[in-house]
Nanobody, 119 residues
Framework: QVQLVESGGGLVQAGGSLRLSCAAS????????MAWYRQVPGKQRELVAS??????NYADSVKGRFTISEDNANNTVYLQMISLKPEDTSVYYC??????????????WGQGIQVTVSS
């Protein structure tokens, strides 16, 4: 069974930076695609950034400020966030599509991690 564990969230002042990590544990072959989403209460979960063989994609609201990357050796996905704004306050979720040991593609979600940006 694959598990995703997120870390790196917390409270930061506007203009500050954070780096979120999403570490995958368990047995699988490789990541096929990965993404970060965020959700505030009462709103739909929104895609923040994605990374696949087709390249990277970012929400307009975070372009130039957020960077998604992966460390294949450590099965970890990152979201580097700079110039943070109060409107970036949200619960952030990582999402991974991977190939399992049984050669199936499956989607997994992290547990969510709070990012709070104070003004």
């Amino acid at each position: 069974q694959v598990q995703l564990v997120e870390s790196g969230g917390g409270l930061v002042q506007a203009g500050g930076s954070l780096r979120l990590s999403c570490a995958a544990s368990g047995s699988f072959f490789n990541f096929n695609a990965m993404a970060w989403y965020r959700q505030v209460p009462g709103k739909q979960r929104e895609l923040v950034a994605s990374l696949s063989s087709d390249g990277t994609n970012y929400a307009d609201s975070v372009k130039g400020r957020f960077t998604i990357s992966e460390d294949n050796a450590n099965n970890t996905v990152y979201l580097q966030m700079i110039s943070l704004k109060p409107e970036d306050t949200s619960v952030y979720y990582c999402n991974v599509v991977l190939t399992t040991i049984s050669r199936r593609k499956e989607t997994y979600w992290g547990q969510g991690i709070q990012v709070t940006v104070s003004s």
